[in-house]
T-cell receptor, first 114, second 107 residues
Framework: EPEVTQTPSHQVTQMGQEVILRCVPISNHLYFYWYRQILGQKVEFLVSFYNNEISEKSEIFDDQFSVERPDGSNFTLKIRSTKLEDSAMYFC????????????FGSGTRLTVV | KNEVEQSPQNLTAQEGEFITINCSYSVGISALHWLQQHPGGGIVSLFMLSSGKKKHGRLIATINIQEKHSSLHITASHPRDSAVYICAVLNNNDMRFGAGTRLTVKP
């Protein structure tokens, strides 16, 4: 069964450093998403991406966040200057039809900012 | 008030019991998803519903659009069903999540 692949599975970074979280969505999917889950809290939507541009973003997705699809297969989330409160599990997901037919989630990247 | 409310927050059952998890939402939606999050953190999509009822193995999901309510049922529960079950609604272009129901099934 096709999978969404996320790398790395765990990343530790110093506060103030830039991090890039990587995702390889399912190849024929057109819609891509990033979510985060702070430990012990519910999953939160960050951003959706379609046709090489952001289609929706939440208030969490401020200027320190950016997304990119650099090469037609990878979908990346960049956090420019990490803060302690960015520590969370970050999930990538993709769908073929904007979620109406279902999403496929990656297994997540646990980001720890120290 | 949260846009997506789940109940109960925690649920402990004996193996073989019938389980019901409820989800109520307050926004207009195009679809509702039930997700399963394993202890390791990974998320699996179980169902997507926009009306009626769906069944997959021992899992059944129903939705009542008029009442803005959905239920997830597990028949003949098993310890491997232990996980957090999350209701999420698709509203415009983003997905809103419930806080999850932590299910523990004891042998």
């Amino acid at each position: 069964e096709p999978e969404v692949t996320q790398t790395p599975s765990h990343q530790v970074t110093q506060m103030g450093q830039e991090v890039i979280l990587r995702c390889v969505p399912i190849s024929n999917h057109l819609y891509f998403y990033w979510y985060r889950q702070i430990l012990g809290q519910k999953v939160e939507f960050l951003v959706s991406f379609y046709n090489n541009e952001i289609s929706e973003k939440s208030e969490i997705f401020d200027d320190q966040f950016s997304v990119e699809r650099p090469d037609g297969s990878n979908f990346t989330l960049k956090i420019r200057s990490t803060k302690l409160e960015d520590s969370a599990m970050y999930f990538c997901a993709s769908s073929s039809d904007h979620g109406v037919g279902g999403y496929t989630f990656g297994s997540g990247t646990r980001l720890t900012v120290v | 008030k949260n846009e997506v409310e789940q109940s109960p927050q925690n649920l402990t059952a004996q193996e073989g019991e019938f389980i019901t998890i409820n989800c109520s939402y307050s926004v207009g939606i195009s679809a509702l998803h039930w997700l399963q999050q394993h202890p390791g953190g990974g998320i699996v999509s179980l169902f997507m519903l926009s009306s009626g009822k769906k069944k997959h193995g021992r899992l059944i999901a129903t939705i009542n659009i008029q009442e803005k309510h959905s239920s997830l049922h597990i028949t003949a529960s098993h310890p491997r069903d232990s996980a957090v079950y999350i209701c999420a609604v698709l509203n415009n272009n983003d997905m809103r999540f419930g806080a999850g129901t932590r299910l523990t099934v004891k042998p």
